[in-house]
């Protein structure tokens, strides 16, 4: 069976259909929508195959407060890679869209507790999808410094050296070894002024400044 190829018409009303669906996001680019929460982007990327003929819908975090060139894909989820074919978009996408509100890690709408954006994080981390992401326990730990909690930034140091120290050497290595990754990541966790500056630029620099926004109440 040859499947339609989807066109930049397709895309845009791919995008809107969800966006309809989930108004509290707003388009980054075609099949791609995100809000900013405190420092985080979260977002639904449709997520298009090779041969641009169907899309996964994909949920996301980006850290704003760790600098990076594009948006990034962590704590990364698919809908069990279900994937939906142009021509199944609209009897399939509202269905989708449904499973994506209830099971995504953090929620898509309305402002939320640290509390609740730090549970979607162990959440990931302790499903250990891919185990060796150091990134996502820096991310945790600099969400909670961007909300000013040290207990929090504490908890976040002890869960990440509880989990690495049993990380293969090698991968240990390539971050310079466990007790200088921990102790470089606490020390970024103190310099909060410097985390909300690097925030704002970072918004700038990839685009996402007029994005809506919520909060997270720390």
């Known amino acids: 069976m ?12 791919i995008t809107s259909d969800w966006n309809q669906l989930f108004p509290s996001l707003g388009v980054f680019k075609p099949m791609h929508l995100m809000n900013r929460l405190g420092p ?20 996301h975090v980006h850290n704003l407060a760790r600098p990076f060139p594009v948006v990034s894909l962590g704590l990364k989820t698919t809908l069990n890679r279900q994937y939906v074919h142009l021509e199944w978009h609209e009897r399939k996408y509202k269905d989708m869209a449904l499973i994506m509100r209830e099971t995504a890690l953090i929620p898509l709408e309305a402002d939320l507790k640290l509390e609740t954006v730090a549970n979607g994080y162990k959440t990931f981390i302790e499903r250990r999808t891919d185990p060796f992401l ?17 207990v929090e930034v504490q908890k976040g140091l002890e869960l ?21 990754w921990l102790k470089q990541v ?8 410097k985390l909300l500056n690097v925030c704002e630029q970072q918004s700038v ?11 997270i109440l720390c």
């Open 2 to 13: 040859t499947w339609k190829r989807m066109t930049s018409a397709d895309k845009k009303r």
């Open 40 to 59: 985080l982007l979260v977002g639904v990327l449709l997520e298009v195959k090779s041969g641009n003929e169907s899309y996964i819908p994909t949920f």
């Open 134 to 150: 150091p990134q996502t326990f820096e991310d945790l730990i600099l969400v909670s410094a961007w909300c000013g909690s040290s």
């Open 160 to 180: 990440a050296k509880s989990h690495m120290k049993s990380w293969p050497e090698p991968v240990l290595t390539g971050i310079g070894g466990l007790e200088a």
């Open 186 to 193: 606490e020390q970024k966790a103190k310099d909060k002024e």
């Open 205 to 215: 620099e990839l685009k996402v400044d007029r994005l809506p926004t919520r909060a």
